[in-house]
């Protein structure tokens, strides 16, 4: 049986039906968003990158920055600090009847356990900042009393465990830069445990009450432990006071750190960026140094820098990987988990600037100098050789080497100053297309400019212009820079990216 | 805990010339699960943005157990939140990105481990994101919010994009969680959502508070002591009872709500009258009536703007 109802046809039909209908509509969809006209000069070097990987892949692993102690090592230092300002000469004794320590035993359940370099105790520190110098004296887990300083120094004192039945205390001295630690069972009979020197405490430290529970490397993570010391009778003599006591945690960059790096690490896109980065800028160094020859004496030209080349291409994928490290996360509204997990926002860029800047100084090192090994192996080759003036590219030469590691800084620094113009942007493909504009087209405003002066000038302001004067090792009095003042140019461009994308993180609304 | 859960005191934000709060002041207790209702627009999201200092505002106080967010030490530890479950990084998986939140607050792996476990998604822990439904992602964000095993709990619409066994099974979670004796803020445009699970209803409209108060005061508020009638004899009825002095209205083909008699006084008049019925039982206002009595006034942009204006 046939229905009586006649099927519904629609009213309007199209001329034509075909590629071109196609074509406009992702032409309309195109254009009417804005910044990916942007997004389309990053896609054109994404085409790049691809066609290059050679499908190498590399396991890279590694570490966040660390602090730096006052003798120039990393150092650990994370402890929760009750502390108040302390001026000039005096005492601090305080007793410890306790000191209790607790350690995962299963998921979400901390038992009581033995952290054997658990500390409780008196510090004197410069500040409240990481890594800056200290002294103390501490009971720990189950090494005793121990006095240590600056991180490295570390002196036996008491021994034994601390209880309410055999109580410790301690005493800390200041006398200008000589800070003596004593213990006592008793309060009463006090043994010296040692003195030492801490340089740069200044006229005013923060001295008080500290405990510290580290954590231990367990399986694929770290282990923590949580600590908690009684304190009693806490006396203050001698130094002048000012303020209140506060508590804070020292090493709030340490788990903010360990964060970044975990989230860069465990996508792929950043590793692919960074292989490629390596990929281009081998790839047209290479490239460079095979077309050029020399047959006789004479032939000059910078082959240094030449050999360099690559990172001119090279600085765009560092600088797409920088702007996604934080614009990535303002597109998908991640941003808010961030800072809901990290509210101190300027803490958080320096976290993601620090985390960016240890991986690209890895790739960017092995980028750089593989372009440099192309040059030195392609070169002679070519005509290149001593006999004709031009000896083997080599890193015991000194403008070479600033060359070599300037280009390395010149990396590190683009990242820095894309990750600051994402901050102030927020948007991937403007991040992206404004970066690649203020890098790329000023070198090409000044082949257009006729006036020398302001071609001159435009070149000693703009980043890349400036910045890649650090590779030059030949003629370098005809550069509008010296080397090192023009990566100062491209230093002064990131710092100031930075210092305004971390206000603007700190005032807007997330 | 003497301090409450949340306690939020006369917000004001204003985007440009739009008011987006104006006077919002509530707490919220530990041991209930309290709703956070009210039309799309209303301020809810905002509040919640406030609340996790992620947005400034003009005037007011958010605190978090007696203490403004910024100043929490190891935040995640006294709040869990969800605002977005779509806010991730679709290349990550979903045991990849609770890591990293681990490693923000200096926790364990194998806290992360067992969140996952207790909102289910341990099968798909190592799947990237960007391949999960929204339900499953409402999972992993409270996976996230549970993380820092807080004793208070906010969500923003977790209800949104979960099937039918994903809401029952929500209603239970939230109410496990609550039980426990921590404080729950959930919001949610839906009030079938909350009315079986919240014990505590904050409505907001146009920026603030319009109620705050527990669930069953507020129905029976609603209800007034009307009485539902059914019948098949409505015009007889409804004469009769409007001899007697009663209020009554049409509410349905054979239903009616009669107000200003009891029960069984209705029960003798229709009986004494001959007008047959099948029930007469206590009217019970549910919360969709308490919601649109409340918000009718607040509601601002009914038909012509359907959309979600809040920011």
Redesign the interface.
């Known amino acids: 049986m046939t229905p009586a109802t006649t099927p519904y046809r629609p009213g309007q039909r199209a001329e034509r039906y075909g590629f071109l209908q196609l074509l406009h509509a992702e032409w309309t969809k195109f254009r009417t968003v804005r910044g990916w006209a942007f997004g389309m000069v990053a896609a054109a070097l994404m085409v790049v990158l691809v066609a290059l990987l050679a499908g190498t892949s590399s396991d890279q692993k590694g570490s966040p920055s660390v602090p730096i102690g006052p003798g120039g090592e990393p150092v650990t230092d994370s402890f929760y600090f009750m502390h108040r300002p302390l001026a000039g000469n005096g005492s601090i004794t305080v007793s410890v009847s306790a000191l209790r320590s607790s350690v ?1 035993a ?3 359940d901390l038992r009581p356990g033995t952290v054997p370099w658990a500390k409780a105790g008196i510090i004197i520190k410069q500040s409240t900042r990481q890594g800056s110098p200290y002294a103390a004296i501490m009971v720990t887990g189950s090494h005793g009393v121990r006095m240590q300083d600056d991180y490295v120094n570390d002196t036996a004192g008491l021994p034994g465990p601390v209880s309410a039945a055999s109580v410790r205390w301690l005493r800390l001295d200041r006398s200008d830069d000589t800070i003596t630690g004593y213990a006592s069972a008793d309060g009463a009979r006090w043994t010296k445990v040692g003195a030492v020197h801490v340089r740069g405490l200044g006229p005013t430290a923060q001295g008080g009450l500290f405990v510290a529970s580290p ?1 231990s490397v ?7 432990s949580v600590s908690t010391a009684v304190f009693e009778d806490l006396r203050v003599q001698g130094h002048r006071v000012g303020g209140d006591w506060t508590g804070d ?1 020292v090493g709030r960059m ?3 750190l ?6 860069i690490r ?4 950043p590793l692919w960026l960074l292989l490629g980065m390596i990929a281009v800028t081998v790839a047209l160094s290479a490239g460079a140094v095979s077309v050029v020859t020399c047959t006789s004496a004479g032939c000059g030209g910078d082959m240094t820098k030449l050999s360099l080349i690559g990172v001119q291409l090279g600085q765009a994928l560092v600088a797409i990987l920088a702007v996604l490290v934080i614009s ?2 303002y597109g ?3 941003i ?9 926002r300027a803490t958080v860029l320096a976290a993601k600037a620090i985390v960016l800047a240890g991986v690209v100084t890895a790739a960017g090192t092995i980028a750089v100098l593989g372009s440099l090994l192309a040059g030195r192996l392609i070169l002679p080759r070519h005509g290149f050789t001593t006999a004709l003036g031009h000896p083997a590219l080599s890193l015991t030469d000194g403008p070479t080497l600033r060359a070599t590691a300037g280009s390395i800084l010149y990396l590190i620094l683009i990242a820095l100053f894309s990750l600051g113009i994402a901050a102030i942007v927020r948007d991937s493909a403007t991040g992206i297309g404004v970066i690649l504009g203020l890098l790329y087209l000023p070198p090409l405003f000044s082949q257009v400019i006729g006036d020398p002066d302001w071609q001159r000038l435009l070149q000693q302001m703009s980043p890349m212009s400036a910045g890649l004067a650090v590779q030059t090792t030949a003629d370098l009095r005809d550069l509008p820079l010296s080397p090192w003042a023009g990566l100062g140019v491209t230093a002064g461009w990131a710092a100031a990216a930075l210092m305004a994308g971390g206000l603007l993180i700190r005032m807007r ?2 | 805990m003497s301090a409450p859960g949340i306690a939020v005191a006369g917000l004001r934000k204003r985007y440009g010339a739009t008011p987006a709060l104006d006077g919002m002041s509530f707490t919220v207790r530990p041991g209930v699960v309290t709703g956070f209702v009210g039309p799309n627009g209303a301020g809810k999201s905002t509040t919640m ?1 406030v609340i ?5 505002v003009d005037e007011g106080t958010a605190l978090i157990g007696g203490k403004p ?2 100043s ?2 190891r ?2 530890s006294h709040v869990g ?1 969800l ?2 479950a ?8 979903a045991r ?2 609770l ?3 681990a ?9 992360v ?2 969140v996952i ?1 207790q909102v289910g998604l341990t099968s798909a822990a190592r799947r990237r994101t960007g391949g999960y439904s929204l339900g499953m992602r409402q999972r992993l964000g409270i996976a ?1 919010a549970l993380l820092g ?1 807080p004793p208070v709990i906010m969500l923003d619409e977790p209800f949104n994009g979960m099937d039918p066994d994903g809401i029952i099974w929500m209603r239970g979670f939230l109410r496990s969680l609550a039980a426990q004796g921590r404080a729950v803020l959930v919001s949610s445009h839906l009030m079938s959502e909350v009315q079986d699970t919240a014990d505590h209803l904050v409505v907001a409209g146009r920026g603030k508070a319009i109620a705050d108060a527990g669930v069953t005061d507020l129905i029976a508020a609603a209800s007034r002591g009307r009485v539902a009638l059914r019948t098949t004899a409505g015009t007889h009825a409804m004469r009769v009872l409007a001899h007697a002095g009663a209020t009554a209205a049409a509410t349905g083909h054979d239903t009616i709500t009669v107000s200003g008699l009891p029960a069984d006084r209705i029960v003798t008049l229709l009986g004494k009258s001959g007008v047959p019925f099948s029930e007469v039982s206590a009217h019970r206002a549910t919360l969709e009536d308490v919601y649109l009595e409340l918000t009718r006034e607040a509601v601002e942009f009914r038909a012509a703007m359907p959309t979600e204006v809040s920011r």
């Open positions: 995962p299963g998921p979400a954590p367990h399986g694929h993570g770290t282990r923590v945690q340490r788990p903010a360990h964060a970044e790096w975990t989230k465990t996508v792929a896109g990535g996360e998908s509204g991640l808010r988990t961030t800072l809901t997990a990290m509210p101190h609304d997330a | 943005r996790l200092g992620l947005d400034a967010y910024h929490l030490r935040p995640l939140s605002l977005d779509a806010a991730l990084h679709p290349g990550r998986s990849d990105h890591l990293w939140l490693h923000s607050q200096g926790l364990a792996a194998r806290r481990d067992r476990e996230a095993d």
